[in-house]
């Protein structure tokens, strides 16, 4: 294949990771332009060479990339850092050890209904910031608590 075939391949792979999440085609085209180069060079001319080296290429930086990620980026804090602070109407009654339900509103998403857990008893209508989430569910307290 072309220099210019190659070129246009990691462009294209390049402008995809823009759709697709997950960072991985973006490797595949920094490849896809080592063969490029190293075809326009004149190093490889032969396709089982260009697609030996962009195999490899794409691999290792994956590989490489994905182990400074898993360090770089841990998952330690809350899930949703945005929310914590937000407040919100009890719509059903939380009791400790037991799941009840908070409605919130997010400018982004309007109204939406929460699982939520507290370490004291609240009633349908009582006011509640969100301390953390846990899982799925926002642990929350009375907003007359933290004054």
Avoid: C, H, Y
């Amino acid at each position: 294949m072309s220099a210019l075939l190659w070129l246009s391949i990691g462009i294209g792979l390049m402008a995809l990771e823009a759709i697709v999440p997950g960072f991985i085609l973006f490797w595949f085209g920094a490849a896809a332009l080592v063969v490029s180069f190293s075809t326009w060079v004149g190093l490889t001319t032969q396709l089982e060479w260009q697609l030996l080296i962009f195999f490899l290429f794409a691999i290792s930086s994956l590989v490489l990339w994905f182990s400074f990620a898993r360090k770089r980026f841990k998952k330690d804090g809350p899930r949703d850092i945005t929310i914590s602070g937000q407040r919100g109407i009890i719509t059903s009654e939380v009791v400790p050890g037991k799941i009840g339900e908070v409605e919130l509103f997010d400018s982004l998403n309007g109204l939406k209904k929460w699982k939520v857990i507290a370490e004291v008893p609240l009633q349908v209508g009582t006011e509640v910031e969100v301390v953390e989430t846990s899982g799925i569910k926002l642990k929350v307290k009375p907003v007359d608590e933290q004054k």
